[in-house]
């Protein structure tokens, strides 16, 4: 890769308020970030590697692996932590980095490279809740930067959601799991829907706390974690309900909630005839 176009996103990543010392949570997919010169994986983590190394900052993904609904406890997915993720490409490119450390949650693990990427991943584990990085980052006095996703994230909105409880709201907790080496661990935290996070997005801009360029050729936003968090969970806290979507064929939504609980039983039918028909 020409030197001219590294320089340009670390332009680009200044421009964000993204800088060499910080700590940050990055999601990116690699096909609107743009192609380098050779177009290896290894690349894309490499160029991110040289800027936040250089300042001694750390940066982090998203690395997590299935969980299953399941009565039964059979055939669940199994987690050691040697597990691809299913978070993209680039959470992968990480994963098989010599210099990355990744923590050890059964379902919501994070992969981390950087001058704090180990004590960073320290103890999260099945033992914390399963957005519990968001609040180490939060203490980090971390940033988040989201490169050529369709909508941002939320990452924040979900530890917000933990924080408050909401998770109560779902029977489905009380049947997710995955197999560890020597137990079956329980989750029994999930996210809620994150379809209609973009809600948030005004507040954001109202706040000024919103930053909106490029990296690379990928279009991008950056939020303090800090900041972000305090919005949502003055928001959530008055509205619980304010994310939920409009998607009939959404399962978090509309079926697996106490209040909806009722409607499993078309959900299932639903599902099985597409099956037959498929």
């Known amino acids: 890769m020409l030197d001219k176009k590294k320089f340009k996103i670390y332009r680009q990543l200044e421009d964000l308020l993204i ?9 990116l997919n690699i096909e609107k970030f743009g192609l380098l010169k050779d177009q290896k994986r290894s690349d894309y983590v490499n160029i991110f590697k040289e800027y936040f190394l250089s300042g001694g900052g750390t940066f982090i993904a998203l690395a997590y692996t299935p969980v299953a609904v399941s009565i039964t406890g059979r055939n669940l997915p199994y987690f050691d932590g040697t597990q691809r993720s299913y978070t993209g490409a680039f959470a992968n490119a990480m994963l098989k980095d010599s210099d990355s450390y990744r923590s050890s949650h059964p379902s919501n693990s994070v992969v981390a490279i950087g001058d704090k990427a180990k004590d960073f991943v320290r103890n999260l584990d099945e033992n914390g809740g399963a957005y519990d990085f968001c609040r180490r980052l939060i203490e980090e006095d971390g940033k988040i930067l989201l490169t050529g996703m369709d909508s941002y994230p939320g990452f924040i909105t979900h530890l917000v959601e933990q924080d408050l409880k909401l998770y109560r709201q779902y029977w489905s907790r009380f049947l997710m799991k995955v197999q560890l080496k020597d137990k079956v661990f329980k989750r029994l935290d999930p996210g809620g829907c994150s379809r209609s996070f973009d809600k948030l997005y005004k507040e954001y801009i109202k706040h ?17 974690a800090k900041e972000s968090y305090d919005i949502d969970y003055k928001i959530i806290s008055k509205n619980p309900n304010i994310l939920r979507c409009s998607d009939s064929e959404c399962s978090t939504c509309r079926f697996y909630r106490w209040k909806t609980i009722h409607r499993v039983p078309f959900f299932v039918l639903r599902k099985l005839v597409k099956r037959i028909f498929k």
């Open 208 to 224: 000024e706390i919103l930053r909106v360029g490029y990296v690379n050729e990928g279009y991008s936003l950056s939020i303090s």
């Open 19 to 27: 800088f060499p010392s910080d700590t940050v949570l990055i999601n």
